[in-house]
């Protein structure tokens, strides 16, 4: 699996938009990018993935770079219940079971 | 309401004994898993299953051992040969149809031992 690279912690203002970024310079031709996050003391949450489109739902937006190397998670109007910490991870998608490998991921706060 | 359902949500044991961690599922999901999170990191991979009577170790099986006797439930036994068994257990599941397999997550377990 490729390895990702994500800054330790970020601030961002409440109502404000909190661009999260990824690198995966490894990543492969047939690696998808996943998103999740956890709220202190829960488990994690899914929140979005893709393979090289830009994709958005619900809850936020990735942008993947042409070259797949790097993605930017994008929360819209953040609010204080964003605050969590954010992983993102790469992962071939295969039939089966799927061995999600979280790193330590970014650790969000929201400021009021 | 469909979920995952972990219990209890706080354990405390004496070292030397063994423990079993509870996790179900009601969303009808073929595959299970069983997490370690220590503080201030990410998840480790304990075990898993993609099928009744069948599961794979994890990257960090040594000390544990689990079962897959129904579809619904998984549960995780902490016995006395994990060195270091006081952490944050978290179950997961995830359906196999349909490729991506977005995983599912229970509120954890958070064990202590003495």
């Known amino acids: 699996d490729a390895k990702t690279t994500q800054p330790p912690s970020m601030d961002c203002a409440e109502g404000r938009a909190a661009n999260l970024p990824c690198n995966h310079s490894t990543i492969s031709g047939n690696e998808y990018v996943y998103w999740y996050r956890q709220i202190h003391s829960q488990g994690p949450q899914y929140i979005i993935h893709?393979?090289?489109n830009n994709e958005t739902n619900e809850m936020a937006s990735l942008i993947i770079t042409e070259d797949r190397k790097s993605s930017t998670l994008i929360l819209p109007h953040a609010t204080l219940r964003d605050t969590a910490v954010y992983y993102c991870?790469?992962?071939?998608?295969?039939?089966?079971?799927?061995?999600?490998?979280f790193g330590q991921g970014t650790r969000l706060t929201i400021n009021p | 309401d469909g979920g995952i359902t972990q219990s209890p949500k706080y354990l405390f044991r004496k070292e030397g004994q063994n423990v079993t961690l509870s996790c179900e599922q009601n969303l009808n999901h073929d595959a299970m898993y069983w997490y370690r999170q220590d503080p201030g990191q990410g998840l480790r991979l304990i075990y898993y299953?993609?099928?009744?009577?069948?599961?794979q170790k994890g990257d960090i099986a040594e000390g544990y051992s689990v079962s897959r006797e129904k579809k619904e439930s998984f549960p995780l036994t902490v016995t006395s040969a994990q060195k270091n068994p006081t952490a944050f257990y978290l179950c997961?599941?995830?359906?196999?149809?349909?490729?991506?397999?977005?995983?599912?997550f229970g509120p954890g377990t958070r064990l202590t031992v003495l």
């Open positions: 997961a599941s995830s359906s196999l149809a349909g490729g991506l397999n977005e995983q599912f």
């Open positions: 991870i790469v992962r071939v998608v295969v039939a089966g079971a799927q061995k999600l490998v």
């Open positions: 299953s993609q099928i009744v009577n069948d599961f």
């Open positions: 893709g393979l090289k």
